[in-house]
């Protein structure tokens, strides 16, 4: 799941609603993926999810939003024009 300053509360939103369907929400792990250079820090997303769900599985992984930055085309939807977003929906540039 992605997590930045512009949809912080949707993810936290799905955060929530995931541990409160869940039949084991103690064994759910989540992995959140960064923006290195969002306007609040990774370190401070973090913070934020850590404060909020204190005994949450999670890790988050920093994107460096220059590894595709140039892979954008501007036919592209506008919804992919963020790196991060094209970045999720060509997972490759994740590992």
Known sequence: MTLD???LRGS???VRSVLRHASCPEC????FVSAEFDPMSPQVLTQLVR?????????VYIFREDTVINLISSSIRQALENPLNY????SQFLR
């Open 28 to 31: 759910v792990f989540f992995h």
């Open 12 to 14: 936290m939103a799905a």
């Open 5 to 7: 300053s512009e949809y």
């Open 51 to 59: 404060s909020t769900f204190p005994s949450l599985n999670f890790k």
């Open 87 to 90: 970045a999720w929906r060509h």
